[in-house]
């Protein structure tokens, strides 16, 4: 396998682009909230103000980005432990993703999740989930939901390349093809689960054809072109709202850094991660396409400006935000309610 | 806008480091991504990049030197400071770096033993013990069912009460339950509540977890717990612990059901109890019935709870009959044991199966004089304390009976609330009589050896009595 994406990238001058500019004015706005945000909590997490582990989004933001564009209200996402780029697509706040990696009360668990596990009810993001694979079951669930209450709405089961080799992904997808739930199976590869290259972890050496013996349609994707995402989003989204039950999406992607912060990277070389970066950067590529469309210098700055401010913000919110009280050690165990 | 580089951690644990290299010199200008040095520690060297964009206008710490602070002045853009802290992020470099697993970073920190310290201010709420509220209601009428329909009546009751309330598991619905417990519910709710699963407990027990995560209240039925162990990940990592992980926003009100322990002449791999496995871990619930009413009293509170609850059923009971009130709202509370049977001179604890056992036997002690009390604790998590310690304070000795095996069992666990709350109050060490510490035999005659008899227990309330 080589380094490039195995689809063709679309390129700059392309007739009929699958975003408007708007659109991509709004993506590329998202992209690099989850670029500078993440470059932050990296710069945080060096200053010792985030612990455990701290697992980067930087180079896959076209994927949640492409993705989220093509949803409405009350469709969900869930994901695995890579979420900070998941959470802030869906709108949620920085602030609170900040608060929650620095473990103060402001985060959206109140400091009792961190990194790997935040929720938003409100935005249709279900976590989160530490255990490598489990989330799609869940996912699974999710659109299970929809189905039993009969509504159009899909849920977005991102996973990895890693992951897609548990044994549960294929028992939901089993599931999934069974009772038609409408369900889009994300496959993030970003060619290393840890410190594991996709050669030497799966046999199946095109991922999005590993849900074809259960007859569920896929496709391999450009994930580092937010165009070529939105694209595959809709097609994927169209299937499953219409009640055509699951659709599958590999989307070829990279990330720059570890697989979390301490990650030393012996498995890769220097060029390979130079490569991506120089050639398949989702933002340079959106930003060549929107000065294409005529967005000025001054447009793009003018994002840039307001990003920077949101993310400083978030820094700053989670460092003042206190620490939870000891009485939180208590609460959220269980549900007390009367019946 | 000036800000100062820090000397960045790589890990939780890091203290110091050596700055190896630099790799922009004085007067440089970098900008976001750009790598700028290289530290070094014992296990790795990684590449330092900017986070923000300026000119290096001073290197403060030379390369080569060793034993850098962590978060210590390293460098400064455009004359430092003003703009606030902007200490670099690690990122990953090339070779030259020793193995180091991912695992190996975080290291308890000396806040666990504050919170250890709290912890012991709550003996009750660490140990998910909850004292027990008013006394149990009398619901009325009663009638002869059996334990099988009092769980088949609890979840349809249930069912009809709630549309959000559905019921998988194999065989469930066109078979009517592998063992009769489903039996009519296909007929009266449909096949869109009542669903038919392939034999893939991993998978369909996220799934419906996943959909308590949205609300919905699903019933899992496993054909028998032993099953669950293939699903158990979700029932510990997705259902137990979210609500927690969650600062309390995602709840998951799910019921998981079906037959625990040893049934017979099944072997090892089908006779197991999980009971002391599941009441272990926070976050769930767990409550293990022995009469018809305890079944369809647990059974409706567990689907109506918010949390996972699991409930754990015993096979041979199923066709056993005991009257259970017939009045429609009849419903118990999960926490609460019931005294079975009042005595003065040796508290017997028992769950599921086992509290017929400790019947028989109060029984036979009652012939010898010996006047035992029955507590048939109904819910393992949370544990009726409250009701062993008063009991215990009044007969001054404890026997406990389980079929699951003694070592870390519920069991040791009732006896050591015992010793925590009411070890003044004790006249001879609690006793416990539990399966044997083996897998099960399949064999008529080691089987019967394996699990609890009731001579050992009886001997065991003659031994505390000193009789």
């Known amino acids: ?339 | 806008m000036g800000a100062e580089i820090l000397m960045p951690a790589l890990s939780p644990t890091m203290t110091e480091g050596k700055l190896a290299r630099w790799l922009k010199k004085e007067g440089e200008t970098v900008k976001s991504g750009d790598v700028i040095a290289e530290i070094e520690t014992d296990k790795a060297t990684m590449e330092v990049e900017a986070v923000d964009e300026g000119t290096i206008t001073r290197i403060l710490v030379p390369e080569g030197t060793e034993n850098v602070s962590v978060n210590s002045v390293i460098a400064e853009l455009d004359g430092g400071k003003g703009g606030g802290a902007a200490a670099p992020s690690p990122a990953a470099s090339g070779d030259k770096v020793p193995e180091q697993r991912e695992k190996a970073a975080p290291l308890p920190q000396a806040e666990d033993h504050e919170a250890r310290a709290k912890k012991d201010e709550h003996p009750f709420a660490a140990t998910a013990a909850t004292p027990s509220a008013k006394p149990e209601r009398d619901w009325g009428a009663t009638q002869k069912i059996t334990v099988r329909e009092a769980l088949r009546d609890a979840m349809a009751a249930e069912m009809r009460r709630d549309a959000d309330v559905f019921l998988i598991g194999e065989e469930v619905a066109q078979y009517q339950g592998a063992y009769k417990v489903s039996q009519g519910l296909l007929d009266e709710f449909g096949p869109k509540r009542v669903l038919d699963m392939p034999i893939t407990e991993h998978g369909f027990t996220g799934m419906a977890v996943g959909a308590a995560f949205t609300g919905l209240k699903p019933i899992v039925e496993f054909m028998t717990f032993n099953f669950s162990m293939q699903a158990i990940d979700h029932i510990i990592n997705s259902a137990a612990k979210t609500l927690y992980m969650s600062g309390g926003q995602l709840g998951c009100p799910i019921t998981f059901r079906g037959p625990n322990g040893a049934a017979s002449r099944v072997a090892a791999q089908h006779s197991q109890c999980y009971a002391s496995w599941y009441a272990h871990c926070p976050g769930l619930k767990v409550v293990a019935p022995w009469s018809a009413a305890d079944a369809k009293g647990l059974l409706r509170a567990a689907i109506r709870d918010p949390n996972p609850v699991i409930v754990l059923e015993n096979e041979i009971l199923y066709g056993q009959s005991f009257e259970c009130p017939t009045d429609e709202d009849f419903i118990l509370e999960i926490g609460k044991a019931k005294i079975e049977r009042p005595g003065t001179d040796v508290t017997i604890v028992a769950f599921s199966i086992m509290v017929g056992m400790a019947m028989q036997a109060a029984e036979k002690l009652a012939e010898q004089g010996i006047s035992a009390e029955v507590i048939n604790l109904r819910s393992l998590r949370p544990l009726d304390t409250e009701t062993i310690v008063n009991s215990v304070r009044k007969t001054n000795r404890l026997v406990t009976v389980e079929e699951g095996w003694p070592f870390a069992g519920i069991g040791a666990e009732v006896a050591m609330q015992i010793m925590e709350h009411a070890f003044d109050h004790l006249d001879a060490p609690p006793v416990r009589v539990a399966g044997l510490d083996i897998p099960m035999p399949y064999a008529a005659n080691l089987e019967k050896l394996a699990l609890p008899r009731l001579e050992q227990v009886v001997e065991a309330a003659r031994n505390v009595t000193y009789r």
């Open chain 1, 1 to 339: 396998m080589s380094t490039e994406p195995a689809t063709k990238r679309r390129g700059k001058a392309a007739k009929e682009p699958a975003m408007g500019r708007d659109k991509l004015l709004a993506a590329y706005r998202d992209m690099l909230l989850i670029r500078r945000f993440e470059e932050k909590a990296g710069q945080l997490y060096g200053m010792g103000l985030i612990g455990g582990f701290c697992h980067l989004y930087i180079g896959q933001e076209a994927v949640v980005v492409g993705m989220q564009l093509a949803l409405k209200e009350g469709d969900q996402v869930i994901t695995s432990y890579r979420d900070h780029g998941h959470m802030l697509a869906t709108g949620m706040e920085a602030r609170g993703v900040m608060a929650e990696l620095t473990g103060r009360i402001g985060g959206y668990s109140k400091g009792k999740g961190g990194s790997m596990h935040m929720f938003s009810r409100e935005k249709g993001f279900f976590g989160g989930h530490g255990i490598v694979g489990a989330q799609v079951a869940l996912g699974a669930g999710l659109s299970f939901a929809n189905m039993y209450r009969g509504n159009d709405n899909v849920a977005l089961t991102y996973f990895g390349e890693g992951a897609s080799n548990q044994g549960q992904v294929y028992e939901s997808f089993n599931l999934a093809a069974l009772l038609k739930l409408p369900c889009i199976f994300i496959i993030e590869n970003n060619k290393y689960g840890m410190g594991t290259s996709v050669e030497r972890a799966s046999a199946s050496k095109d991922l999005s054809r590993n849900g074809s013996p259960w007859g569920i349609p896929g496709e391999q994707v450009d994930g580092m072109n937010v165009q070529t995402v939105h694209e595959a989003a809709q097609r994927a989204v169209a299937h499953c709202r219409a009640g055509n039950g699951p659709y599958l999406l590999e989307m070829k992607t990279y990330r720059y850094r570890g697989h979390s912060m301490s990650d030393p990277a012996k498995y890769r070389t220097r060029d390979e991660v130079q490569r991506m970066r120089e050639q398949h950067d989702c933002l340079e590529m959106a930003r060549n396409d929107l000065l294409a469309m005529g967005v000025t210098e001054g447009d793009l700055k003018a994002i840039d400006d307001e990003v920077k401010a949101i993310v400083q913000d978030s820094a700053d919110f989670a460092q003042q935000s206190p620490e939870p009280p000891e009485s939180e050690l208590w609460t959220d165990v269980v549900i007390e309610e009367a019946r």
